[in-house]
């Protein structure tokens, strides 16, 4: 059973316009969320966080919002960049875990942005 | 900057062998991890160590088991491969923190070996 997902395998974006990725879970108590980029390759990296205690969190042009009423998290990229082209993954983390703890992943979205 | 350093990109094994995932991370984290990654379905945690010496299962850790006998190397066993352990493997590690502390600690990822079993 999938308790994050990812409903979009792939999104495509023109550069200078917004990507907003999605992501849906299913656990009540996922209180941490995150987002990874991955590129071909290469590990995924860490991009940005939110508690459940927030609805938002911004840093530079990504900002995470989340819902927990709907249990619906996205992650908005503003202007999205060509660099900015590679896999996202959305996860999520138990009570008390923190990030260092057992994640959840979704099953990416794969983002391209066109110049 | 840490580093996860996986010791293979590319490994083609037979079934039935006794393959080795060796990871190895430079920042003196607690908590080390595997997971694997098949397209459509992410990446699922297959086992991780707090501690050394110390294994969780994660959520598929039919057909593997670990070890963690010095704090900055994890290793993958598959105890006899077959061929539906084709996969990317991800090793991954972080500070140990608990609270708003270890929020801000995320866990860092290797650069992944890709296996293949035929």
């Known amino acids: 059973d999938q308790q994050v997902k990812q409903n979009s395998p792939s999104l495509s974006v023109q550069e200078g316009r917004i990507s907003i990725l999605n992501c849906d879970y299913t656990n009540s108590m996922f209180d941490y969320f995150l987002w990874y980029k991955k590129y071909p390759a290469e590990g995924p990296t860490f991009l940005i966080s939110i508690s459940s205690i927030k609805d938002k969190n911004e840093d530079g042009r990504f900002t995470v919002f989340l819902n927990k009423s709907a249990k619906h998290l996205s992650l908005h990229i503003v202007p999205s960049q060509p660099g900015d082209s590679a896999v996202y993954f959305c996860a999520a983390s138990v009570y008390g875990s923190g990030n260092t703890g057992k994640l959840i992943f979704g099953q990416g979205t794969t983002l391209q942005v066109k110049p | 900057d840490v580093k996860v350093t996986q010791s293979s990109r590319y490994l083609v094994k037979r079934t039935g062998e006794k393959v080795f995932l060796e990871c190895v991370q430079d920042m003196d984290h607690e908590n080390m991890f595997w997971y694997r990654q098949d397209p459509g379905l992410g990446l699922r945690l297959i086992y991780f160590s707090y501690d050394v010496k110390m294994k969780e299962k994660g959520d598929i850790p039919e057909g593997y088991s670990v070890s963690r006998e010095k704090k900055e190397r994890f290793s993958l066993i598959l105890e006899s491969a077959s061929t539906n352990q084709t996969s990317m493997y991800l090793c991954?590690?972080?500070?140990?923190?608990?609270?708003?502390?270890?929020?801000?600690?995320?866990?860092?990822f290797g650069d992944g070996t890709r296996l293949s079993i035929l």
């Open positions: 991954a590690s972080s500070y140990d923190l608990w609270g708003e502390e270890g929020r801000n600690q995320p866990q860092h």
